[in-house]
């Protein structure tokens, strides 16, 4: 079998965590998958890959020789972008995944992006799932938080941070909170997505760490549906500033314990390794960069 063609079947399990999966970004059958990884493995001596009947795991040895089929195919492909002349010119369809509450503040760039380069086309998706970038062939996700697979790439675009609020209704029927540890006694509306799950961390006025474990009617993977729940006084939230920040200046929502300082988040670009980005992908991060460090005041009003 051909050598370079089983490095890239071998790279592909190893990237998917299966040989079906490989089977279906390659287009060709998981048989031919699994004659690929054999042959590799026949002619190094050594065994690459873990099997199980569920998915696939690589060795030690594996781990090391991946790392190096990586740095090879990466060469291999720029080496063509660079006799085809596709780098100089970003083209081709750009598949990005946002998350919900960042597609307004993607938009624009997407729109200079499209403008300025005729040759490129946008399959722009949204949703709160991490999605899976090459199972899903995706070129790069935008998240609110670091995603959860550190294989992956991440370019930090912005940072956040949410803010303590409630309604002047919920402070009339339930009083005033005067100290962290009282969140307990309230309802507390929590996202799904916050990566301390139900421990809300703060830093206090000297910069110490400080947090507190909350419970309450409702938790949702929706910005949004968090954002009603507190303005019509159903409990207390933790929310993106740039979110309710609206809110905050007409005094639909009143902001809580200021002293306390939620902990900051970045917005990021997500992407799978490469050695050598594509120049639609290169030129659309590039874009995102600038446009949110002119943002970044807007991005974090409570700053």
Same mark, same amino acid.
């Given at each position: 079998? *051909?050598?370079?063609?089983?490095?890239?079947?071998?790279?592909?399990?190893?990237? $998917?965590?299966?040989?079906?999966? +490989?089977?279906?970004?390659?287009?060709?059958?998981?048989?031919?998958?699994? !004659?690929?990884?054999?042959?590799?493995?026949?002619?190094?001596?050594?065994?690459?890959?873990?099997?199980? $009947?569920?998915?696939?795991?690589?060795?030690?040895?594996?781990? #090391?020789?991946? *790392?190096?089929?990586?740095?090879?195919?990466?060469?291999?492909?720029?080496? &063509?972008?660079? +006799?085809?002349?596709?780098?100089?010119?970003?083209?081709?369809?750009?598949?990005?995944?946002?998350? $919900?509450?960042?597609?307004?503040?993607?938009?624009?760039?997407?729109?200079?992006?499209?403008?300025?380069?005729?040759?490129?086309?946008?399959?722009?998706?949204?949703?709160? +799932? !991490?999605? *899976?970038?090459?199972?899903?062939?995706?070129?790069?996700?935008?998240?609110? $938080?670091?995603?959860?697979?550190?294989?992956?790439?991440?370019?930090?675009?912005?940072?956040?941070?949410?803010?303590?609020?409630?309604?002047?209704?919920?402070?009339?029927? =339930?009083?005033?909170?005067?100290?962290?540890?009282?969140?307990?006694? =309230? !309802?507390? #509306?929590?996202?799904?997505?916050?990566?301390? @799950?139900?421990?809300?961390?703060?830093? *206090?006025?000297?910069?110490?760490?400080?947090?507190?474990?909350?419970?309450?009617?409702?938790?949702?993977?929706?910005?949004?549906?968090?954002?009603?729940?507190?303005?019509?006084? +159903?409990?207390? @939230?933790?929310?993106?500033?740039?979110?309710?920040?609206?809110?905050? &200046?007409?005094?639909?929502?009143?902001?809580?314990?200021?002293?306390?300082?939620?902990?900051?988040?970045?917005?990021?670009?997500?992407?799978?390794?490469?050695?050598?980005?594509?120049?639609?992908?290169?030129?659309?991060? &590039?874009?995102?960069?600038?446009?949110? #460090?002119?943002?970044?005041?807007?991005? !974090?009003?409570?700053?």
């Amino acid at each position: 079998m *051909d050598r370079l063609t089983s490095i890239e079947v071998f790279s592909r399990v190893a990237e $998917t965590g299966g040989f079906s999966a +490989a089977a279906r970004k390659l287009n060709m059958s998981t048989t031919m998958v699994s !004659n690929h990884v054999q042959a590799l493995e026949e002619r190094l001596g050594v065994r690459l890959l873990h099997r199980t $009947t569920r998915k696939v795991n690589l060795t030690e040895i594996g781990k #090391a020789y991946y *790392d190096r089929c990586v740095q090879i195919l990466a060469d291999i492909e720029q080496a &063509d972008d660079i +006799a085809g002349e596709l780098q100089s010119v970003p083209r081709g369809t750009l598949r990005i995944h946002v998350a $919900t509450h960042m597609v307004p503040f993607v938009a624009g760039v997407v729109a200079k992006l499209l403008s300025t380069y005729p040759e490129v086309k946008v399959d722009l998706r949204m949703g709160e +799932a !991490n999605v *899976d970038l090459i199972e899903e062939g995706y070129d790069v996700a935008l998240r609110m $938080t670091p995603p959860p697979d550190s294989s992956l790439i991440v370019r930090s675009l912005a940072t956040w941070r949410h803010v303590l609020c409630c309604s002047h209704n919920y402070l009339e029927k =339930h009083g005033r909170v005067q100290q962290l540890a009282e969140l307990t006694e =309230h !309802n507390c #509306a929590r996202h799904l997505n916050y990566p301390f @799950g139900d421990e809300w961390r703060f830093f *206090d006025r000297k910069g110490a760490p400080a947090s507190v474990r909350i419970s309450g009617s409702l938790v949702t993977n929706s910005g949004e549906a968090l954002r009603r729940t507190v303005i019509e006084g +159903a409990g207390i @939230g933790l929310l993106a500033g740039f979110l309710v920040r609206d809110d905050l &200046d007409s005094g639909r929502l009143v902001r809580l314990l200021p002293e306390y300082r939620p902990v900051e988040m970045s917005m990021n670009a997500v992407y799978p390794h490469r050695h050598h980005l594509s120049a639609k992908v290169r030129t659309f991060i &590039d874009m995102l960069v600038q446009h949110s #460090a002119e943002q970044q005041k807007l991005i !974090n009003p409570y700053s």
